[in-house]
T-cell receptor, first 115, second 114 residues
Framework: GENVEQHPSTLSVQEGDSAVIKCTYSDSASNYFPWYKQELGKRPQLIIDIRSNVGEKKDQRIAVTLNKTAKHFSLHITETQPEDSAVYFCAASMSRTGGSYIPTFGRGTSLIVHP | NAGVTQTPKFRVLKTGQSMTLLCAQDMNHEYMYWYRQDPGMGLRLIHYSVGEGTTAKGEVPDGYNVSRLKKQNFLLGLESAAPSQTSVYFC?????????????FGDGTRLSIL
């Protein structure tokens, strides 16, 4: 099955700095890559996603890049703010019979933004 | 529109007791999932369902059973709770679609087994 590795497990930055979280996946058939943000004690929520026919996607201060050849994708957060502090999860999934997909999650990155 | 609702939010059990966690979604989603979240382990899939009346095993199914009798509900059962099942449990749902669709998560159930 699919295996997703996520690094680093903890990332500490100063407010205003950029943060980069990297994930690698094992199955070349994976074609959908969502990123979720989970604040302390809350539910995971989608912040951005990318499909395999696109190399980069941006939404304000957040961007995701995908390298299908190397099988890795990254989350980039610019001008970090204290409210960006949370655990971030990457995931990879592929289409299955019937159109369903079952994502495999990375272990998460705890991002701490110091004021 | 409540989204995904999980009950209960917290529960403490003794080893050997049984219980059922309920997940309800009002978005008419076809797919539903149960995950457990442990420190440093991310979200691990327990069981999932691709439609009413169908269920399948995920990564860590042992010790759990599920049922999807109605499209909007997905139940997770622990027949004989063990301390290793102490965790935070999340339910999620997603719609069927030609393109991948993100998952919508509930608020979680914090379960402690003594």
């Amino acid at each position: 099955g699919e295996n997703v590795e996520q690094h680093p497990s903890t990332l500490s930055v100063q407010e205003g700095d950029s943060a980069v979280i990297k994930c690698t996946y094992s199955d070349s058939a994976s074609n959908y890559f969502p990123w979720y943000k989970q604040e302390l004690g809350k539910r995971p929520q989608l912040i951005i996603d990318i499909r395999s026919n696109v190399g980069e996607k941006k939404d304000q201060r957040i961007a995701v890049t995908l390298n299908k050849t190397a099988k890795h994708f990254s989350l980039h957060i610019t001008e970090t703010q204290p409210e960006d502090s949370a655990v971030y999860f990457c995931a990879a999934s592929m289409s299955r019979t019937g159109g369903s997909y079952i994502p495999t999650f990375g272990r998460g990155t705890s991002l701490i933004v110091h004021p | 529109n409540a989204g995904v609702t999980q009950t209960p939010k917290f529960r403490v059990l003794k080893t050997g007791q049984s219980m059922t966690l309920l997940c309800a979604q009002d978005m008419n989603h076809e797919y539903m999932y149960w995950y457990r979240q442990d420190p440093g382990m991310g979200l691990r899939l327990i069981h999932y369902s691709v439609g009413e009346g169908t269920t399948a095993k995920g990564e860590v199914p042992d010790g759990y059973n599920v049922s999807r009798l109605k499209k909007q509900n997905f139940l997770l059962g622990l027949e004989s709770a063990a301390p290793s099942q102490t965790s935070v449990y999340f339910c999620a749902s997603s719609p069927r679609g030609g393109l991948h669709q993100p998952q919508h998560f509930g608020d979680g159930t914090r379960l402690s087994i003594l």
